[in-house]
């Protein structure tokens, strides 16, 4: 097996983009993340999966950076909104995703949510056990009026192999 470039009991470093192609309404969103390079893997373009060993390298679970590019889809105007970036929750039998943040993040999955910069969100995944989770990523608009998008996709922590 490769040694990992990020050290042997550290999280695995990933990038998921994030780009807003609509922002008007509910908005509409997609994600763009390179499995071979810093990233995971996107299926269906809103399931983000989780593997400790992905590409054959063992990672002790993963720092994953949301990243918001100012120069894809109408991201532009946007950024993570800093009272309330991110909400998770397990997924119920019938997928629902969180609808309001703070209550729903029991048990902690995305861990340690923290704003690198206003388009970065940095959050701890240990991939402790394979489950799927709904989370939601809170956005507001970089000029006036306040207004604000939420995008709900899906994780799957695919193995659960994580040592911490």
Known sequence: MPKPSWGNNDPRPVTVNVVIDDDTGQGRFHMESDPKGNGVPIVQGFIVQFNNNQGNQYSNGFEVSFSLPE?????????????????????????????????????????????KDPRTLVVTNSNAAAQYFGFALNFKSSGSGGRKLSYDPIGDNQNGSSLR
């Open 71 to 115: 120069s894809q889809g109408k991201n532009a105007g946007w950024i993570f909104d800093s009272a309330d970036p991110l909400w998770v929750k397990l997924v119920d039998q019938s997928g629902a995703c969180p609808q309001n943040g703070k209550g729903n993040s029991n048990p902690p999955i995305l861990t340690q949510p923290t704003l």
